[in-house]
C-alpha cells in the first residue's frame, strides 16, 4: 500500500517567504501517523510540500520522522497569496502526480490537524474533496485490513455544550486522514518494535541526504490550472487586518513588581484574602 | 447575475442524538438579526433557512423556527442518522442547487435561483470539515472561525478582483476572524472575479463557520410561523459502506465547576516548559487548585516530556472561547497575554491575579492585581511566601 503526507505552509495571509521553513508540528504529527502504516503494512510514502523556499528543512524533517521515499517540492510564483481552495489544487495536483509517479492510486493521504499558520483546518478536507477520498477529521488512531482494503479510525470530537465523543468508523480505502494533535502511535509487537527501529536509523541516514531526493515541481510540471490556483482562483481575500480592538479595562490591577519581596507578600496575602471572601470589590 | 441568482441564508443546523448544540441557535440567531435588516435595507424577501439532517428529528423543527428561522429543510432519514461527512456534504449540496426547495422556501425569482447567497456552519468538530467540503464542492469561498458578521455594499479595488478597477460589491459578507494570535482581527471577503483581462467568475455561497459562543440566539417566539420542507437525497450506494462502528461521550476529566482556585498558564512557558509547567503544578498543589490553560498550549507548539504534556498540554484545559468557561473564586494565570480568545473565558473569575513580563498585556485589563515579571522568577517566590503565609497562620 502506499500513503502521502501533505505539509501546508501559509494560507495567504501572511508573508510566505518570511515565514519559517521547518516542519510545522500538526504536520509532524501527519508523518508521525504515515510511518505508523510503513512499519505496520510496509507502506510507500510520498510526502509533499507548497512553499516558497527551495532548500526545504522542512522536508528533511518530514524525511527522518517517517522514512520517505519520495519527497516533493511544489513552488511556483503563481502559487502565492491563495486561499485554502486555491492551495488545495496545487496540493491535489501534487498527489496525482506522486500516483502518476507510482503508476497506481493512493490508499491513505495524511494531513496536518491545521497549519500553524493560516489555522483554518480547510484545506485537508478540500484536498481530500478534490480528490474524491473519504475524509476522516480529527483521527487519533487508525487500523487498516488489508484484505478488506478498509480503514477504521477513531476520531476525537469537540462540540460546544455537550462532552467530548470518539466516533469509531470504518470506511473502504482509499481515505484521506487528518490526523489529530493527540495521535501517537504504538507498536504492540516485539517485532514491530524492531522493524521500527530499523527504518528509523534507515530515515536518519537518508535525511542527511534529503536534497538529493527532492524532486521540484511548478505549475507547468503540475500541470495545474491557472484560474484555479494561486490568487486568480481565490474565492476569498483578506480586507483588512486589525488590531483587536482592545477592550475597556474591565478591572483595575494594582499594579506589582515580581522581584520585590513586599509586593510578594502582598499578592499572598490578597490570594488568602480572595479565598476567604473577604475582598470588597 | 440576476436578482434571484442568489438569494437567502442557508444555515447547517447540528444536533447530536436529536438534541440540537447550542451554536445551532447561535447561529439562526445572528441570521435573523441580520436578514430582518437586510430585508428592510433592500426591500427584498430573502428568507433564514435552516438545514437539518438526521434522523427521527421532526420536533426540532419547530424549535427552530421559533429561533428565527423562515423555513427549515429538513432531511430525516436513516442513511443520514450518522455524522459521515461524505454523505452529509453530498445531502448539503444537493439542497443548495435544488430549485424547487428554493421555490417552497420563497416563490419569488424562484426559477432563477442558483444557489444560496451566505451560508452559516458551526467552527466546531462537525461544522469545521463539513463546511470545508461542502464549499470544495460548490467551489466557493469560507472563512474560518468568524466572531462578526456585517453586510454591506463595499468599494473594491483589487488586482485581481477588478483589475484595478473601483467596482461596488453589493451585499457582501464581511466576516471578522481572529487570528492564532488572538490579537489581529482580519476580514475576509468572498468576492466574484469582475476581471476582463483576467478571470470572470461569480463565486457563491458567501461562507463561513461561526466560533460556538459568539452570538446569542434570538428569544423564542412559539408564535412564529415557518415552513417545514421535506427534502429527499439522493444516496450513492457506494457511500453506506462508509459506516459508524460506535459513537461514545467521554466525559471530559478536568472539572474546573468544584474548585476554589484555578492556576492558569499560556505561552509565557515558552523557555523552558518542561520546568514551568512542574512549576506551576507545585504552586496549584499548594493552593488546591485546578490547572487551566490558553489554547496555544494545547496545540502541540512547545514541548514537554510525554508525562507533562499528556497531563497539561490537553484541549480539555483550555480556558476560553474553545474551552471551559471558569469562574472560580480566585484565578491566578501565569504567562497569558489575553488575547480576547481566553478572556472570555475567564472574566467571571472572581478575583484576578495575572503574572506577566510584558506590563501592557491586555491581561492586566481584567486583573485585579497584575504582578510584573517572569514566570520562572515569580513562581518560585510566590510558592515559598505562600509556605511562610500559611505558617504564620498556624503558628497563631
Known amino acids: 500500500m502506499s500513503a502521502g503526507s501533505i505539509s501546508y505552509n501559509p494560507d495567504g495571509t501572511l508573508n510566505r517567504s518570511k515565514t519559517k521553513n521547518t516542519l510545522g508540528p500538526h504536520s509532524k504529527i501527519a508523518t508521525q501517523a504515515a510511518f505508523y ?104 488512531s487508525y487500523d487498516v485490513d488489508l484484505e478488506k482494503r478498509t480503514v477504521t479510525a477513531k476520531r476525537l470530537l469537540n462540540l460546544r455544550g455537550v462532552p467530548e465523543i470518539i466516533q469509531e468508523i470504518e470506511a473502504p480505502l482509499p481515505v484521506f486522514i487528518a490526523i489529530d494533535p493527540s495521535y501517537k502511535y504504538h507498536f504492540n509487537t516485539v517485532s514491530l518494535r524492531l522493524s521500527a527501529e530499523k527504518y528509523k536509523k534507515e530515515a536518519h541516514e537518508k535525511s542527511q541526504n534529503y536534497q538529493k531526493y527532492i524532486q521540484t515541481f511548478n505549475r507547468e510540471g503540475l500541470g495545474a490550472e491557472k484560474t484555479l490556483i494561486g490568487l486568480v482562483g481565490s474565492p476569498t481575500i483578506v480586507y483588512n487586518v486589525q488590531r483587536v480592538p482592545k477592550g475597556k479595562a474591565i478591572r483595575n490591577a494594582k499594579v506589582l513588581d515580581g522581584s520585590n519581596p513586599e509586593h510578594i507578600q502582598q499578592t499572598v496575602t490578597a490570594i488568602k484574602e480572595a479565598l476567604s471572601a473577604m475582598v470588597i470589590k | 447575475m440576476t436578482e434571484g441568482d442568489y438569494r437567502h441564508v442557508y444555515v447547517v443546523i447540528e444536533h447530536i442524538d436529536g438534541k440540537l448544540l447550542p451554536v445551532s441557535l447561535e447561529m439562526l440567531g445572528e441570521a435573523r438579526r441580520l436578514f430582518d435588516d437586510f430585508n428592510s435595507r433592500y426591500s427584498s424577501k430573502e428568507k433564514v433557512v435552516a438545514v437539518l439532517l438526521g434522523h427521527n428529528i421532526q420536533h426540532l423543527s419547530q424549535i427552530l423556527i421559533e429561533h428565527g428561522a423562515d423555513s427549515v429543510v429538513i432531511v430525516d432519514r436513516p442513511e443520514v442518522a450518522a455524522l459521515i461527512n461524505k454523505i452529509h456534504t453530498k445531502v448539503i449540496c444537493q439542497i443548495c442547487l435544488d430549485i424547487e426547495t428554493a421555490a417552497k422556501i420563497e416563490p419569488a425569482y424562484a426559477m432563477e435561483f442558483k444557489r444560496p447567497r451566505y451560508m452559516f456552519f458551526a467552527a466546531d468538530g462537525i461544522g469545521r470539515h463539513l463546511s470545508s467540503t461542502v464549499l470544495a464542492e460548490l467551489d466557493s469561498g469560507l472563512a474560518s472561525d468568524v466572531n462578526q458578521l456585517i453586510i454591506s455594499d463595499l468599494d473594491i479595488s483589487h488586482p485581481v478582483k477588478t483589475g484595478g478597477k473601483h467596482i461596488v460589491y453589493k451585499k457582501t459578507l464581511e466576516m471578522y476572524r481572529v487570528d492564532f494570535s488572538g490579537f489581529l482581527w482580519t476580514t475576509i471577503l468572498c468576492l466574484d472575479n469582475i476581471n476582463e483581462n483576467l478571470s470572470m467568475r461569480e463565486y457563491s455561497p458567501q461562507s463561513c463557520n461561526i466560533i460556538p459562543g459568539a452570538f446569542q440566539p434570538i428569544k423564542p417566539d412559539p408564535e412564529r410561523k415557518g415552513k417545514v420542507i421535506e427534502f429527499s437525497p439522493k444516496i450513492d450506494e457506494e457511500d453506506l459502506k462508509i459506516k459508524v462502528l460506535s459513537q461514545k461521550f467521554v466525559e471530559n476529566e478536568i472539572d474546573f465547576d468544584n474548585y476554589k482556585t484555578v492556576v492558569g498558564f499560556g505561552r509565557g512557558i515558552q523557555d523552558a516548559p518542561e520546568k514551568n509547567i512542574k512549576l506551576i503544578e507545585e504552586f496549584a498543589k499548594q493552593l488546591n487548585a485546578q490547572v487551566g490553560i490558553s489554547l496555544p498550549i494545547a496545540k502541540n507548539v512547545f514541548t514537554a516530556s510525554p508525562a507533562i504534556s499528556s497531563k497539561y498540554m490537553i484541549p480539555a484545559r483550555v480556558v476560553g472561547t474553545s474551552g471551559h468557561k471558569i469562574s472560580p473564586m480566585l484565578y491566578i494565570v501565569f504567562g497569558v497575554s489575553g488575547a480576547m480568545q481566553h478572556v472570555s473565558g475567564m472574566e467571571d473569575s472572581q478575583f484576578v491575579i495575572s503574572v506577566n513580563a510584558d506590563e501592557n498585556a491586555p491581561i492586566r485589563d481584567v486583573s485585579d492585581i497584575f504582578l510584573k515579571g517572569r514566570m520562572e522568577d515569580v513562581l518560585p517566590l510566590l510558592s515559598e511566601e505562600l509556605k511562610k503565609q500559611q505558617i504564620t497562620v498556624q503558628v497563631k
Open chain 1, 37 to 140: 502504516a510503513k512499519v505496520k503494512y510496509g507502506a510507500k510514502i510520498s510526502v509533499g510540500s507548497m512553499s516558497g523556499h527551495a532548500a526545504n528543512n522542512a522536508l528533511q524533517i518530514a524525511m527522518e520522522t517517517c522514512d520517505a521515499d519520495v519527497l516533493h517540492l511544489y513552488n511556483d510564483p503563481s502559487f502565492a497569496g491563495a486561499d485554502t481552495i486555491g492551495t488545495a489544487e496545487v496540493l491535489k495536483k501534487g498527489v496525482e502526480k506522486m500516483e502518476g509517479q507510482m503508476e497506481r492510486k493512493m490508499d491513505i493521504v495524511f494531513s496536518g490537524h491545521r497549519a500553524t499558520d493560516g489555522e483554518t483546518g480547510q484545506t485537508g478536507p478540500q484536498i481530500a474533496w478534490k480528490l474524491g477520498l473519504t475524509f476522516l477529521g480529527n483521527v487519533i
